[in-house]
Nanobody, 124 residues
Protein backbone atom coordinates (compact mmCIF):
# COMPACT_ATOMS: atom_id res chain seq x y z
CA UNK A 1 0.00 0.00 0.00
CA UNK A 2 0.95 3.59 -0.62
CA UNK A 3 -0.06 6.48 1.57
CA UNK A 4 -0.29 10.02 0.19
CA UNK A 5 -0.50 13.03 2.49
CA UNK A 6 -1.26 16.46 1.04
CA UNK A 7 -0.59 19.81 2.64
CA UNK A 8 -0.75 23.41 1.56
CA UNK A 9 -4.33 24.20 0.68
CA UNK A 10 -6.09 27.30 1.90
CA UNK A 11 -7.92 30.50 1.10
CA UNK A 12 -6.29 33.08 -1.12
CA UNK A 13 -7.34 36.06 -3.20
CA UNK A 14 -7.32 36.10 -7.01
CA UNK A 15 -3.83 36.57 -8.39
CA UNK A 16 -2.12 35.09 -5.36
CA UNK A 17 -0.11 31.88 -5.11
CA UNK A 18 -0.23 28.61 -3.20
CA UNK A 19 2.07 25.63 -3.06
CA UNK A 20 0.68 22.15 -2.50
CA UNK A 21 2.84 19.30 -1.29
CA UNK A 22 2.24 15.58 -1.33
CA UNK A 23 4.43 13.06 0.45
CA UNK A 24 4.25 9.39 -0.53
CA UNK A 25 5.17 6.57 1.83
CA UNK A 26 4.83 2.82 2.01
CA UNK A 27 5.37 0.52 -0.97
CA UNK A 28 6.41 3.21 -3.42
CA UNK A 29 9.05 1.26 -5.34
CA UNK A 30 6.72 0.63 -8.31
CA UNK A 31 5.31 4.17 -8.42
CA UNK A 32 6.57 5.89 -11.55
CA UNK A 33 4.15 8.78 -11.90
CA UNK A 34 2.53 11.25 -9.54
CA UNK A 35 0.14 14.04 -10.15
CA UNK A 36 -2.59 16.37 -8.99
CA UNK A 37 -6.28 16.23 -9.77
CA UNK A 38 -9.06 18.53 -8.68
CA UNK A 39 -12.77 18.23 -8.19
CA UNK A 40 -15.66 20.59 -7.61
CA UNK A 41 -19.17 19.58 -6.50
CA UNK A 42 -21.15 17.93 -9.26
CA UNK A 43 -18.17 17.54 -11.57
CA UNK A 44 -15.78 14.73 -12.35
CA UNK A 45 -12.29 14.76 -10.97
CA UNK A 46 -9.96 16.27 -13.58
CA UNK A 47 -6.24 16.15 -14.18
CA UNK A 48 -4.32 19.28 -13.26
CA UNK A 49 -0.72 18.16 -13.75
CA UNK A 50 1.41 15.03 -13.66
CA UNK A 51 5.08 14.13 -13.56
CA UNK A 52 6.80 10.82 -14.17
CA UNK A 53 9.99 9.30 -12.82
CA UNK A 54 11.89 10.57 -15.86
CA UNK A 55 10.88 14.13 -15.11
CA UNK A 56 8.40 14.41 -17.96
CA UNK A 57 5.43 16.64 -17.15
CA UNK A 58 1.91 17.06 -18.41
CA UNK A 59 -0.52 19.88 -17.72
CA UNK A 60 -4.17 20.57 -18.29
CA UNK A 61 -4.68 23.41 -20.74
CA UNK A 62 -6.41 25.54 -18.12
CA UNK A 63 -3.28 25.71 -15.90
CA UNK A 64 -0.46 25.92 -18.42
CA UNK A 65 1.81 28.81 -17.68
CA UNK A 66 0.37 29.30 -14.19
CA UNK A 67 1.02 26.01 -12.38
CA UNK A 68 4.25 24.04 -12.09
CA UNK A 69 4.61 20.46 -10.92
CA UNK A 70 7.89 19.20 -9.53
CA UNK A 71 9.35 16.51 -7.31
CA UNK A 72 11.67 16.65 -4.36
CA UNK A 73 15.16 15.20 -4.30
CA UNK A 74 13.90 11.92 -2.86
CA UNK A 75 11.28 11.60 -5.62
CA UNK A 76 8.62 10.60 -3.09
CA UNK A 77 7.31 14.14 -2.75
CA UNK A 78 5.47 16.06 -5.43
CA UNK A 79 4.73 19.77 -5.39
CA UNK A 80 2.27 21.92 -7.23
CA UNK A 81 3.18 25.59 -7.39
CA UNK A 82 0.05 27.52 -8.28
CA UNK A 83 0.46 31.13 -9.39
CA UNK A 84 -2.02 33.68 -10.66
CA UNK A 85 -4.87 31.80 -9.04
CA UNK A 86 -8.38 32.42 -10.30
CA UNK A 87 -11.76 31.87 -8.62
CA UNK A 88 -12.38 29.00 -11.04
CA UNK A 89 -9.37 27.20 -9.55
CA UNK A 90 -11.40 26.71 -6.38
CA UNK A 91 -11.66 22.96 -5.79
CA UNK A 92 -10.52 20.07 -3.68
CA UNK A 93 -7.09 19.06 -4.94
CA UNK A 94 -6.07 15.42 -4.74
CA UNK A 95 -2.62 13.91 -4.96
CA UNK A 96 -2.36 10.83 -7.14
CA UNK A 97 0.32 8.16 -7.62
CA UNK A 98 0.50 5.06 -9.75
CA UNK A 99 2.45 2.66 -11.90
CA UNK A 100 1.96 3.79 -15.47
CA UNK A 101 2.83 2.51 -18.91
CA UNK A 102 2.54 3.81 -22.44
CA UNK A 103 2.10 7.19 -24.02
CA UNK A 104 -0.89 8.05 -21.81
CA UNK A 105 1.23 7.77 -18.68
CA UNK A 106 -0.31 10.90 -17.18
CA UNK A 107 -3.81 9.45 -16.96
CA UNK A 108 -4.97 7.84 -13.74
CA UNK A 109 -5.79 4.14 -13.70
CA UNK A 110 -7.77 1.79 -11.49
CA UNK A 111 -4.81 0.75 -9.38
CA UNK A 112 -3.79 4.29 -8.46
CA UNK A 113 -3.47 5.68 -4.98
CA UNK A 114 -5.11 8.90 -3.83
CA UNK A 115 -4.62 11.38 -1.03
CA UNK A 116 -7.41 12.65 1.15
CA UNK A 117 -7.67 15.96 -0.69
CA UNK A 118 -6.95 19.54 0.30
CA UNK A 119 -9.28 22.48 -0.25
CA UNK A 120 -8.13 25.43 -2.33
CA UNK A 121 -10.42 28.44 -2.30
CA UNK A 122 -9.79 31.54 -4.41
CA UNK A 123 -12.05 34.46 -3.68
CA UNK A 124 -11.94 38.19 -3.11
Amino acid sequence: QVQLVETGGGLVQPGESLRLSCAASGSIVRINAMGWYRQTPGKQRELVAAINSGGKTAYAAFVKGRFTISTGNAKNTVYLQMNSLKPEDTAVYYCNAGERKGVMWYESSDGDYWGQGTQVTVQS
